[in-house]
Antibody, heavy 120, light 106 residues
Framework: EVQLVESGGGLVQPGGSLRLSCAAS????????VSWVRQAPGKGLEWVAN????????YYVDSVKGRFTISRDNAKNSLFLQMNSLRAEDTAVYYC?????????????WGQGTLVTVSS | DIQMTQSPSTLSASVGDRVTITCRAS??????LAWYQQEPGKAPKVLIY???SLESGVPSRFSGGESGTEFTLTINSLQPDDFATYYC????????FGGGTKVEIK
């Protein structure tokens, strides 16, 4: 069974940093692109960033460029999101999502999410 | 950036109804559109990809349609489990989602 389990969320002050992790199991993690998708409380979904199988290519939504860094450790089947210079508008549930093979950026498996709250 | 405009934002319906949700892209995205269902407090689940392809395990009462930059999700004979929020998503250029449609019980 495919599983994605996020961790690392919490309360952080504006301007602070947080590192999210996503532990993958039940599939060959190194063969897939993976993404972070977020959802502000009561709002819709927003794709944040993704990373290629071998970490050679990374993409970000404009609002996080220069502040967030996506990375992965294929030996540990793990995905990460380093978030710096956090703002109130970054408050959201952050989901780790697997991109379907051969289709494009279609998210066929999701974690349960981890809540990040940016507030003083 | 490609904007996805979804309508309606809320839809009231009864069990057994046929409902249609529309999503319009701000530019051509070819067939690069997916639909997701999200129940309260849960992660989204993919229903449709490539505009009209049904994800494995998804009931056949769900179907996708397309006409140019306008895409539709139709649910035939609405079931109790279908009351949820639905999102469209383009993946032609990076990824962006529509604002969501909440299907609620009339």
């Amino acid at each position: 069974e495919v599983q994605l389990v996020e961790s690392g969320g919490g309360l952080v002050q504006p301007g602070g940093s947080l590192r999210l992790s996503c532990a993958a199991s039940g599939f060959t993690f190194r063969n897939y692109w993976v993404s972070w998708v977020r959802q502000a409380p009561g709002k819709g979904l927003e794709w944040v960033a993704n990373i290629k199988e071998d970490e050679s290519v990374k993409y970000y939504v404009d609002s996080v460029k220069g502040r967030f860094t996506i990375s992965r450790d294929n030996a540990k089947n793990s995905l990460f999101l380093q978030m710096n210079s956090l703002r109130a508008e970054d408050t959201a549930v952050y989901y780790c999502a697997r991109e379907a093979l051969g289709v494009g950026r279609v998210f066929d498996s999701w974690g349960q999410g981890t809540l990040v709250t940016v507030s003083s | 950036d490609i904007q996805m405009t979804q309508s309606p934002s809320t839809l009231s319906a009864s069990v057994g109804d046929r409902v249609t949700i529309t999503c319009r892209a701000s530019q051509s995205i070819s067939h690069n559109l997916a639909w997701y269902q999200q129940e309260p407090g849960k992660a989204p689940k993919v229903l449709i990809y490539k505009a009209t392809s049904l994800e494995s395990g998804v009931p056949s009462r769900f179907s996708g349609g397309e006409s140019g930059t306008e895409f539709t999700l139709t649910i035939n004979s609405l079931q109790p489990d279908d009351f949820a929020t639905y999102y469209c998503q383009q993946y032609y250029s990076e990824a962006s989602f529509g604002g969501g449609t909440k299907v609620e019980i009339k």
